[in-house]
């Protein structure tokens, strides 16, 4: 019985660990993925004040 026991914790132990991997990931991938989100708002917020530079100098 000590070993069935020792294998089962080792079993669970292995499981909570890769639902934590599984968890990480995902949540790295979601923070590229709002990273990159708000470098293109940036990029594009940018482009919208050059344009609106050059039409109130051209006024």
């Not at 069935?4 to 968890?23: E, L, M, Q, R, W």
């Amino acid at each position: 019985t000590m070993t069935s026991t020792s294998s089962g914790h080792h079993f669970v132990i292995a499981t909570a660990s890769a639902g934590i991997a599984f968890v990480l990931f995902l949540s790295l991938a979601s923070l590229l993925s709002v990273i990159s989100d708000v470098n293109n708002m940036k990029v594009e917020t940018m482009e919208e004040m050059n344009d609106f530079r050059h039409m109130a100098e051209s006024m």
